[in-house]
């Protein structure tokens, strides 16, 4: 079957499965469990209204179900076995994670990138989103700043790692200390802990446009009014921005901070495609990969680790997100 062929049967079949659903479940519905013809047909269109909301959910909680429910039960419990996946050790994979020196390096450089991307990202995409403001081509720096996003993960760390090559030819940073009269060529990246930063970089790099675009909306909607009283008060520029833009863009920052908190634990590309983990550059996912084909019980329990780590800090955007909305 050519691609074209499945492809516009697949929509048919989808679209058209989608609809018959919703109609003959309705049909059912109505004309079967809750007639609204007989005795008491207001309790039966009371309570048919009252499961109508959970027909129309139920596709959407089976699919969820399927594909992020019934996988994280699947990985905890495989996670319960030994290498073979023949043998119940129970907590005896996170007992090994625990006393393993690598799980807890990759564990430590999680936490650094954690606390030093979302701020990064977040404080210099709100510095451009109020610099470009005031600009006259500050669409034009806009589209400059925003344009990494456009680059994939490993487009950007090729990119930086051309920037941290030990030569001064090809790398920017040893071509600068050639000019300051420095002699050796030095490997950035294989700097033992400044290493982790200088990849830290690169996502910074590619985030800040996406905290620039969030914020600046953020921004333009602070009321005009109480930045003229504040003007009037005789404050300055700095005081406007911290003391009366910044606290009201508060809930919007916490949601930025939030989903690139989010994106960094998720993060392998960037490590992979630089260091591959080595020099002390390891961070859970992919000290995940490094036992993915050789101790599967062993990266499921990193998996499940990292699902831990990432569901509070889900639960907590979520929240946010809801009080932006209200």
């Known amino acids: 079957m050519s691609p074209l062929l499945q492809g516009v049967l697949t929509i048919v079949i989808g679209v058209g499965g989608c609809v018959g659903y919703f109609y003959f479940a309705n049909l059912i ?12 047909p207001g309790r039966n269109i009371n309570r048919a209204n009252q499961v109508r909301p959970w027909l129309f959910l139920f596709p959407a909680i089976f699919a969820l179900g399927l594909y992020l429910v019934y996988p994280v039960i699947g990985s905890f419990y495989r996670s319960l076995f030994n290498r073979a996946g023949d043998e119940f050790i129970g907590g005896g994979n996170y007992a090994a994670l625990l006393a393993d020196d690598g799980f807890r390096t990759s564990l430590f450089n999680n936490f650094l990138w954690v606390i030093f991307v979302p701020a990064g990202a977040t404080f210099f995409g709100l510095l451009a989103a109020q610099l470009t403001d005031r600009l006259k081509w500050g669409n034009i720096a806009k589209s400059l700043i925003f344009m990494p996003m456009a680059i994939s993960f490993v487009g950007a760390s090729l990119i930086w790692k051309f920037v941290y090559a030990n ?5 920017m940073i040893n071509a600068v200390r050639e000019m300051l009269g420095a002699e050796n060529p030095v490997d950035v990246l294989q700097i033992p802990f400044w290493n982790n930063f200088f990849l830290m970089v690169i996502l910074i790099w590619i985030q800040t446009g996406f905290a620039m ?4 909306a953020a921004l333009r909607g602070v009321p005009e009014d109480t930045i003229e009283a504040a003007i009037i008060d005789g404050a300055n520029p700095f005081q406007i921005f911290f003391k009366i833009k910044v606290p009201q863009i ?5 949601v930025v901070w939030t989903t690139i908190t ?4 998720k993060v392998f590309d960037i490590v992979y495609a ?4 080595n020099f002390g550059t390891e961070i859970l996912p992919s000290y995940m990969m490094s036992y993915m084909f050789r101790d599967d019980g062993r990266a499921t329990a990193v998996a499940f680790v990292i699902m831990l780590i990432v569901t509070p800090v889900m639960i907590w955007n979520i929240m946010q997100a809801r009080k932006e909305m209200r």
């Open 262 to 265: 989010i994106l960094v634990l």
């Open 29 to 40: 519905l109505d004309k079967v469990i809750f007639p609204t013809k007989g005795p008491n």
């Open 274 to 277: 630089t260091t591959g983990g």
């Open 213 to 216: 675009v969030i914020l600046s």
């Open 167 to 171: 030569d001064a030819d090809i790398g």
């Open 250 to 254: 508060m809930a919007t920052i916490v």
